[in-house]
């Protein structure tokens, strides 16, 4: 059991390493360097070859990628071009913030998803019908729409809740619960946009799980010997489908930190997702390298994680041969 | 397909499919004006659905802040999400097919770098890539075609791989090797065509997470430029006038959520149709079920 986890994680280092070779070598292959934007329209041909020979953007390529892979595993990650702020202290403000909306959300969605999947699973067809027709809707959703949907409703109309950033602009200077209840009324539209889109794809994936389940020979011997309907649901049923349940969370991480990049672009959540896009366009090249591995490894990790996970619920994985 | 048109998810599918290409196609007899078509925007501007214009335009949704009809840039832009959807699954189909069938039928040699590739690609953070690949580059329809098509074969080709490894021991397949046909042939002629069932599912599911992505790297102004209007685009313009001129964001929202979701339902009674024991459970096939939001 030891062994091929270790494997996993070895993969999962070489897809790390992956992402950073590809990211490095395409933002040099693109057209274009961030000097142009630096040195302005104003500056002659020696202060533009200057500019790059101090940021070492004229030397070869290996060089410049070993120079990089050195300096980042030295904890050095370089400096914006863009503000000139340290990448390690602009992506440790902005690492906590993703994972907080990212993980409140992926909790909610599953609790929420499992919950309304069991439902359909266990109702008549019209319920199940109706259910349905609800969470293909939520998955169709693009979430950057929802967002704005969102926030006419409830912040342009309803005047309820704020729709930009992570607190509001005195929130130094509210302390204990009034600072608490600042956050947390930041946090409600993102973190709603984020779930319910997540809620319909989980759902109609748990209530497949629970019929496939259903029709298992087992289901039928436990109602057989006499169980009721809610000890068959929780013992038998819901345990073997939470086992695809829980490798479709790892494969929905990616997807995830996907829907959070836009949202955290409709809200002005200051997260990874955030700071990438805005470091891309202006072609930021120490940010988008150091929020690139961020990214990938908050990605990888999650996966890893998913794993564990599916070992812990299922038995089976354990055994020699079983791991895949 | 007449099974398939008696479900109703089936039918609901590719009505509102045929219904949004017909009009994009027939765009120029669905609608009079041109997308990019202005007069006087300060006497246009932000009219609101249902209204005429003082040059006796009628505006079924509306105008926008420039005072362009917004229904004719909602079938205008019909015809970029579909077109640059379509073409972004063709592209991700082809290579998956291609990629599946190499690692499922071709020499051994290829197989395993093939194998670590896919699961490589598919362990990628895609919206990173989708990101740093259309910012540096002069963002464009046919970048975002390439984009996608290059991000998105992976799944195609994991259904793939596993079908034409379970064809390829099928007796029919080893009595065309009998017969001395050649492998290419046995695999063009006899295995790809009973391969494809799956990969017709994973197309329907992957236009819809294509039209998406699209119109959300649009939506970041990384992918279709204003003012040829596209469904992302347009909701990113709409997004500055949430306030006075909500139509403008939500007619595309409403046509992008009615597509995705009649790609989706009929993706679902496709698998239904396809795996018949399985009827009634909607777990979509795993691996294009992880979709961004």
Redesign the interface.
């Known amino acids: 059991m030891i062994l091929p986890l270790a494997r996993r994680a070895l993969?999962?280092a070489?897809?790390v390493a992956?992402?950073v070779a590809?990211?490095f070598v395409?933002?040099r292959?693109?057209?274009?360097d961030p000097v142009e934007q630096l040195v302005g329209p104003a500056a002659t041909p020696e202060q533009a070859a200057l500019q790059r020979h101090a940021l070492g953007l004229d030397r070869p390529l290996p060089v410049q990628f070993a120079a990089w892979l050195g300096r980042f595993a030295r904890g050095d990650w370089g400096r914006s071009i863009v503000t000139g702020r340290a990448v390690r202290g602009l992506l440790g403000d902005a690492v906590p913030a993703t994972l907080e909306l990212a993980g409140l959300s992926l909790i909610l969605t599953y609790l929420l998803g499992l919950a309304v999947g069991a439902v359909q699973a266990s109702v008549g067809p019209r319920l199940d019908t109706a259910l349905?027709v609800t969470t293909?809707?939520l998955?169709?959703?693009?979430?950057?729409?929802l967002g704005?949907?969102l926030?006419?409703v409830f912040t342009?109309w309803g005047r309820a809740l704020p729709a930009f950033g992570a607190a509001g602009l005195d929130a130094d200077a509210l302390t204990g619960w009034s600072r608490l209840a600042d956050r947390l009324r930041h946090l409600a539209l993102p973190l709603a946009t984020?779930t319910l889109?997540?809620i319909g794809?989980t759902a109609?994936?748990v209530?497949?799980?629970m019929?496939?389940v259903l029709t298992q020979p087992f289901v039928r011997a436990a109602r057989a010997k006499g169980l009721s309907p809610f000890q068959v649901t929780r013992r038998h049923v819901a345990r073997n489908a939470l086992i695809?349940v829980i490798?479709?969370l790892g494969?929905?991480l990616?997807?995830?930190?996907?829907?959070t990049?836009?949202?955290e672009?409709?809200f002005a959540w200051p997260g990874v997702?955030r700071r990438?896009?805005e470091a891309?366009?202006a072609?930021d090249y120490p940010v988008?390298m150091g929020a690139?591995v961020v990214?990938?490894v908050l990605?990888?990790a999650g996966?890893f994680l998913a794993d564990l996970a599916a070992v812990w619920i299922d038995p089976r994985m354990r055994q020699p041969g079983r791991e895949t | 397909m007449r099974p398939l048109l008696r479900d109703r998810r089936a039918a609901f599918g590719l009505a509102v499919l045929a219904i949004v290409a017909a009009a994009g196609v027939a765009a120029p007899l669905v609608t009079g004006g041109r997308p990019t078509a202005q007069g006087d925007i300060v006497a246009t501007r932000f009219l609101p659905p249902l209204a005429g214009d003082r040059a006796g335009g009628f505006h079924v949704l509306g105008t926008d802040r420039f005072g362009r009809d917004v229904w004719t840039r909602l079938v205008y832009g019909a015809r970029v999400s579909l077109a640059v959807g379509t073409l972004a699954v063709l592209l991700s189909i082809a290579l998956g097919v291609a990629v599946g069938a190499a690692v499922g039928f071709g020499p051994g040699l290829v197989q395993l770098p093939l194998l670590a590739l896919t699961?490589?690609a598919l362990?990628?953070?895609?919206?990173?890539?989708l990101?740093?690949?259309a910012?540096?580059?002069?963002p464009s329809a046919a970048l975002v075609v390439i984009v996608l098509g290059l991000t998105g074969w992976m799944p195609v080709a994991r259904l793939v791989q596993a079908e034409v490894r379970s064809l390829a021991v099928r007796p029919f397949v080893e009595s065309a090797v009998a017969l001395g046909s050649s492998r290419g042939r046995v695999l063009w002629r006899h295995i790809l065509p009973n391969a494809l069932t799956p990969v017709i599912v994973a197309a329907a599911l992957g236009l819809?997470n294509a039209i998406?992505l699209e119109?959300?790297l649009s939506?970041?102004?990384?992918g279709v430029q204003p003012p040829a209007p596209s469904w992302g685009n347009m909701?990113a313009s709409?997004?500055d006038t949430?306030?006075n001129a909500?139509w403008v964001?939500?007619a595309p929202?409403m046509a992008?959520?009615l597509v995705?979701?009649a790609c989706?339902?009929l993706g679902d009674a496709l698998q239904d149709a396809w795996n018949p024991e399985?009827r009634?459970?909607?777990?979509?096939p795993?691996?294009v079920?992880?979709?961004?939001?």
């Open positions: 993969a999962g070489a897809v992956g992402v590809l990211t395409l933002l292959l693109a057209p274009g349905s293909v809707t998955f169709a959703l693009p979430g950057y729409w704005l949907a926030i006419i342009y984020l889109i997540g794809g109609r994936f209530r497949g799980a019929r496939d695809p490798t479709l494969l929905s990616p997807a995830l930190f996907s829907g990049v836009f949202v672009a409709v997702g990438l896009v891309v366009q072609r988008v690139t990214s990938a990605v990888v996966n | 699961d490589f362990a990628l953070p895609r919206v990173v890539l990101l740093v690949l910012a540096l580059w002069r819809g998406t119109a959300g939506f970041l102004g990384l909701i709409g997004r949430l306030v909500p964001a939500a929202g992008l959520v995705v979701v989706t339902l399985r009634h459970s909607l777990t979509p795993r691996a079920s992880a979709r961004p939001r």
